[in-house]
């Protein structure tokens, strides 16, 4: 049975799952250069927010790392880190894209297809990931240890994929940026 706490979570994290991956996208197609506005394209970020991804990835191993040594307070805090981490790459992410042109992939054969691949299931792991991350939280902040960690099991790897596939994809296009 659900605590209040949880109930109180549910919708808002319904909400969230649904509007972040929709906002993301309708600002993504948004290009503040493009209408009017005098602002620099933001060139200094995606070196910033591929190594926040890599930090988030370390973050979340060392998390589970602290749990399984007994150390949950240590744990949560990472954890809260990672959250942190995930939200600051969004920001980034976010405002690079409506600032700056996109950069098409320039590889070809075998190595385009396996760009596009990663790419396609970064971005489908990290809509997914959402609802999981939220979920998983709010089960360890009522108190539902059983049931939080049960979901950690699904959420951490995922993240984890999220998190370390966002940087092969930076790595993979960056010789292609434009500045």
């Not at 150390?71 to 409506?98: D, G, P, Q």
């Not at 979901?151 to 596939?165: D, G, N, Q, R, S």
Request: aromatic fraction near 12%; charged fraction near 15%.
């Amino acid at each position: 049975m659900e605590t209040n706490k949880e109930t109180k979570f549910n919708k808002l994290i319904v909400v969230l799952s649904i509007a972040i991956p929709l906002v993301v996208a309708l600002l993504f197609g948004v290009n503040l250069r493009r209408l009017g506005f005098d602002v620099q394209p933001l060139y200094v970020l995606p070196p910033i927010y591929a190594s926040i991804n890599g930090a988030t990835a370390f973050l979340l191993v060392a998390a589970v790392v602290a749990i399984k040594n007994g150390n949950r307070k240590l744990h949560e805090n990472l954890m809260k880190l990672a959250i942190a981490c995930s939200v600051s790459f969004l920001a980034m992410y976010v405002a690079y894209h409506m600032t700056s042109d996109s950069t098409k992939f320039g590889g070809e054969g075998v190595i385009k297809y396996l760009y596009y691949f990663i790419l396609i299931t970064h971005i489908l792991c990290s809509i997914i990931i959402i609802p999981l991350v939220l979920t998983t939280y709010v089960k360890a902040w009522a108190e539902k240890f059983d049931k939080h960690k049960k979901l950690a099991k699904i959420t951490f790897p995922i993240w984890l994929y999220v998190a370390i596939t966002g940087v092969v994809v930076y790595i993979m296009i960056s010789p292609y940026y434009a500045h």
